[in-house]
């Protein structure tokens, strides 16, 4: 079961389609890693929410684009809670030329993957998350995130 809360409405004022976006990539996303039983809670929401959950959590004063607060084992196989800011993600989006509906689906790919224990601290850890963010991706059909990245990098 997958539990998705708008609490900032700008995201379906600039993307009318976030909600099915977001319940086809972390459906998409769980398929993917085998996972058939259990919930996820998705909130989208607003840069002063997402702050304030990242300086409770984390002692970090700032908004960032998702957070991941994966639950510790419990019986109803909750694997946590994902929440994404509308303004830090809409920024990115257009700072990177790709339309919001692209990153929020990357993003919420990638909340739900940390939710499930993959991080990328390590260059081997990252590789193998960005791996499985672009396979998920690729059948929704969402170019690769990193394509413009790795344009950069030489």
């Not at 607060?69 to 990115?92: S, T």
């Not at 590789?127 to 690769?144: C, N, S, T």
């Amino acid at each position: 079961m997958i539990d998705l809360e708008i609490e900032d409405q700008a995201w379906l004022a600039a993307e009318p389609d976030a909600e099915a976006l977001a319940l086809a990539v972390t459906q998409a996303t769980l398929a993917y890693i085998d996972f058939t039983e259990g919930s996820v809670t998705l909130l989208l929401t607003d840069d002063q929410s997402v702050r304030e959950l990242n300086l409770r959590f984390r002692q970090k004063d700032s908004a960032t684009n998702v957070l991941s607060f994966p639950a510790p084992q419990n019986p109803e196989r909750h694997l946590g809670d994902v929440a994404l800011a509308y303004g830090v993600c809409a920024r990115e989006a257009a700072e990177q030329g790709k339309p919001l509906a692209h990153h929020l689906q990357h993003l919420v790919a990638h909340g739900v993957l940390h939710l499930v224990g993959y991080d990328h601290e390590t260059d081997a850890e990252a590789e193998q998350m960005e791996g499985l963010e672009r396979v998920i991706l690729a059948g929704l059909g969402v170019p690769d995130p990193y394509a413009a990245e790795q344009g950069d990098h030489g």
